[in-house]
């Protein structure tokens, strides 16, 4: 019987404008995704860029787009078709009123796989590109010229011709079917890829994403006769409405958002493109921040940094070089009573094995990374640990390859990486210490306690009630013994009762001095 899965976004939007968006399923953090207000060269922008230099040793262009460092630019992510997008850029930049649509004239031959960059580009020419990699650490965008529009059902590729569609769609008379209706409904000179979601939909909903996308294209041609050399032209969505667009299917049960705005986009986009999930996008107005409602914040802190804890005493290291990744497996105090030595180390390399694809999945860890797992003797426990970790991976939406076992105990893995990493600084600075391991006497912190009071009565003439707010610890210290208490001694000197309220919160050197209004009391 196949387990049912079920997804939920949960998605917290900052005043600043940034939001934050968690994909859970079952319960369990597996994305993590950032998207910040001035979210600048993202995956699937595109850009008119000037080529500031030809590199004929790599064969690639250094493209200004912009960003601080130049974008890259490789002859293979030209695209077959360069030269009709050339053509097209220089007749929209010379003719304001030039037709938008590419016309079958405009096809140019396509470039040889073998050429050379040289041979297509020149210094100073301009360019329409697309980011397909995000700057990371100190380089600079990676560029194609190969433009691919995004829908939920079909990406539109302008200047292709060819539809094809997606390999998951494995049935012969469904792949027919889509490929016949496609070509029935998309402009000349596009081409089209049917995206795996389009199984099984019909002729009105695949004509709608491929009018909404033709009319991105219109907009991006607009933009680029009078676009400055720089500048975009064309934003990949909001990343919460392409993970919508990406993600969305029968298996999610709920998106909970905390911004009315954000929200009422979100169902506007889901009732155009699948109207009977609209009702699962809910408002959260509760107290608590939505993260925290959620179990978020705590999965967070338990998901990142250098040990993950994933069953009973295993464990993972989980360490980051310049060249590459590496985790450990370890089986820490995990010892079966009942089961030889290999068969343990087995059930722990098949949990790590689940563990490690979540982990690459949250952290959005891309290049080389090396797993160095307990080791097994016989091969066959070794197959089925390489085994589950491709099967736990074949729902990652990055690029990647596994490689079997070797003799030594390590798998490799190729994870295709478009963005930086996702890090979460887990660790914090003691409030008390300040990181130095030493903090104020207990004593010290009661006389200052008691000369900022004594300033703020005597001094400064406060009237109304004062509160003290302190740890509480510190709350039994000056209340011990009520008529000998400390606070009692404050009574018959000042002829005032200061009421002392103990915050959990607080650490051991923190107080704070509230008025009246509730207001905090500052010097």
Same mark, same amino acid.
């Not at 010229?145 to 011709?161: I, N, T």
């Not at 939505?290 to 999965?299: L, N, S």
């Not at 070089?321 to 985790?327: D, G, K, R, S």
């Not at 390399?349 to 016989?378: P, S, Y």
């Given at each position: 019987?196949?387990?049912?899965?079920?997804?939920?976004?949960?998605?917290?939007?900052?005043?600043?404008?940034?939001v934050e968006i968690a994909l859970l399923r079952d319960k369990k953090l597996i994305e993590l995704h950032h998207e910040k207000a001035d979210n600048s060269f993202a995956v699937g922008d595109v850009y008119l860029g000037?080529?500031?230099?030809?590199?004929?040793?790599?064969?690639?262009?250094?493209?200004?787009?912009?960003?601080? =460092? *130049?974008?890259?630019?490789?002859?293979?992510? @030209?695209?077959? +078709?360069? !030269?009709?997008? #050339?053509?097209?850029? %220089? /007749? $929209?930049?010379?003719?304001?009123?030039?037709?938008?649509?590419?016309?079958?004239?405009?096809?140019?031959?396509?470039?040889?796989?073998?050429?050379?960059?040289?041979?297509?580009?020149?210094?100073?020419?301009?360019?329409?590109?697309?980011?397909?990699?995000?700057?990371?650490?100190?380089?600079?965008?990676?560029?194609?010229?190969?433009?691919?529009?995004?829908?939920?059902?079909?990406?539109?590729?302008?200047?292709?011709?060819?539809?094809?569609?997606?390999?998951?769609?494995?049935?012969?008379?469904?792949?027919?079917?889509?490929?016949?209706?496609?070509?029935?409904?998309?402009?000349?000179?596009?081409?089209?890829?049917?995206?795996?979601?389009?199984?099984?939909?019909?002729?009105?909903?695949?004509?709608?994403?491929? =009018? *909404?996308?033709?009319?991105?294209?219109?907009? @991006?041609?607009? +933009?680029? !006769?009078?676009? #400055?050399?720089?500048? %975009? /032209? $064309?934003?990949?969505?909001e990343r919460t409405l392409t993970l919508v667009r990406d993600l969305l299917n029968d298996g999610f049960t709920g998106i909970y958002v905390n911004d009315n705005f954000l929200m009422n986009s979100i169902k506007t986009?889901?009732?155009?493109?699948?109207?009977?999930?609209?009702?699962?996008?809910?408002?959260?107005?509760?107290?608590?921040?939505?993260?925290?409602?959620?179990?978020?914040?705590?999965?967070?802190?338990?998901?990142?940094?250098?040990?993950?804890?994933?069953?009973?005493?295993?464990?993972?290291?989980?360490?980051?070089?310049?060249?590459?990744?590496?985790?450990?497996?370890?089986?820490?105090?995990?010892?079966g009573k009942d089961i030889n030595q290999d068969e343990n180390a087995l059930k722990v390399n098949l949990e790590a094995a689940a563990e490690i694809a979540r982990q690459l999945r949250l952290r959005d860890m891309g290049?080389?990374? #090396?797993?160095?797992?307990?080791?097994?003797?016989?091969?066959?426990?070794?197959?089925?640990?390489?085994?589950?970790?491709?099967?736990?991976?074949?729902?990652?939406?990055?690029?990647?390859?596994?490689?079997?076992?070797?003799?030594?105990?390590?798998?490799?893995?190729?994870?295709?990486?478009?963005?930086?990493?996702?890090?979460?600084?887990?660790?914090?600075?003691?409030?008390?210490?300040?990181?130095?391991?030493?903090?104020?006497?207990?004593?010290?912190?009661?006389?200052?306690?008691?000369?900022?009071?004594?300033?703020?009565?005597?001094?400064?003439?406060?009237?109304?009630?004062?509160?003290?707010?302190?740890?509480?610890?510190?709350?039994?210290?000056?209340?011990?013994?009520?008529?000998?208490?400390?606070?009692?001694?404050?009574?018959?000197?000042?002829?005032?009762?200061?009421?002392?309220?103990?915050?959990?919160?607080?650490?051991?050197?923190?107080?704070?001095?509230?008025?009246?209004?509730?207001?905090?009391?500052?010097?």
């Amino acid at each position: 019987m196949l387990k049912i899965v079920s997804y939920e976004l949960v998605i917290n939007s900052h005043a600043n404008g940034g939001v934050e968006i968690a994909l859970l399923r079952d319960k369990k953090l597996i994305e993590l995704h950032h998207e910040k207000a001035d979210n600048s060269f993202a995956v699937g922008d595109v850009y008119l860029g000037t080529v500031n230099k030809l590199m004929p040793g790599l064969n690639a262009a250094f493209v200004d787009v912009g960003h601080e =460092k *130049d974008a890259f630019l490789h002859y293979l992510d @030209l695209g077959p +078709q360069v !030269k009709s997008l #050339v053509k097209h850029t %220089k /007749i $929209l930049r010379n003719n304001p009123h030039a037709d938008v649509w590419p016309e079958a004239k405009l096809n140019e031959p396509d470039i040889e796989k073998t050429g050379k960059i040289n041979q297509v580009l020149q210094r100073l020419q301009q360019v329409v590109v697309q980011v397909t990699k995000e700057p990371i650490s100190n380089k600079g965008p990676r560029l194609t010229s190969q433009l691919s529009l995004a829908g939920r059902y079909v990406v539109l590729m302008p200047f292709d011709g060819v539809v094809s569609i997606s390999k998951k769609i494995v049935k012969t008379e469904e792949r027919l079917r889509l490929k016949k209706l496609v070509q029935s409904i998309k402009p000349a000179n596009f081409g089209v890829i049917v995206r795996t979601v389009a199984e099984g939909q019909s002729v009105e909903e695949l004509e709608n994403d491929l =009018k *909404d996308l033709m009319k991105r294209w219109e907009h @991006l041609c607009t +933009q680029l !006769k009078t676009a #400055v050399p720089g500048q %975009k /032209i $064309l934003g990949e969505s909001e990343r919460t409405l392409t993970l919508v667009r990406d993600l969305l299917n029968d298996g999610f049960t709920g998106i909970y958002v905390n911004d009315n705005f954000l929200m009422n986009s979100i169902k506007t986009y889901i009732e155009k493109k699948a109207p009977e999930l609209e009702k699962i996008v809910k408002l959260h107005t509760g107290k608590q921040s939505i993260f925290e409602h959620y179990g978020i914040d705590k999965q967070i802190k338990s998901a990142f940094g250098k040990e993950i804890n994933f069953m009973g005493g295993s464990y993972l290291i989980i360490e980051h070089t310049e060249a590459l990744h590496v985790i450990d497996v370890n089986s820490g105090s995990i010892v079966g009573k009942d089961i030889n030595q290999d068969e343990n180390a087995l059930k722990v390399n098949l949990e790590a094995a689940a563990e490690i694809a979540r982990q690459l999945r949250l952290r959005d860890m891309g290049g080389i990374i #090396v797993v160095d797992f307990i080791d097994q003797k016989t091969a066959g426990n070794k197959r089925l640990v390489y085994e589950r970790l491709k099967d736990e991976m074949k729902t990652d939406r990055a690029k990647h390859k596994i490689l079997p076992m070797s003799p030594f105990g390590l798998i490799q893995i190729t994870r295709q990486r478009v963005r930086p990493e996702m890090t979460v600084v887990t660790t914090e600075k003691c409030p008390t210490c300040d990181g130095t391991g030493e903090i104020t006497n207990s004593i010290v912190i009661a006389d200052e306690i008691e000369n900022r009071l004594k300033y703020f009565l005597q001094n400064m003439n406060m009237k109304g009630s004062i509160t003290i707010e302190v740890h509480p610890y510190l709350y039994a210290y000056f209340t011990k013994g009520f008529l000998g208490s400390i606070r009692f001694k404050w009574l018959w000197t000042y002829k005032r009762w200061i009421r002392i309220k103990p915050i959990n919160a607080m650490h051991f050197g923190e107080y704070r001095f509230i008025n009246a209004q509730g207001e905090e009391i500052s010097t």
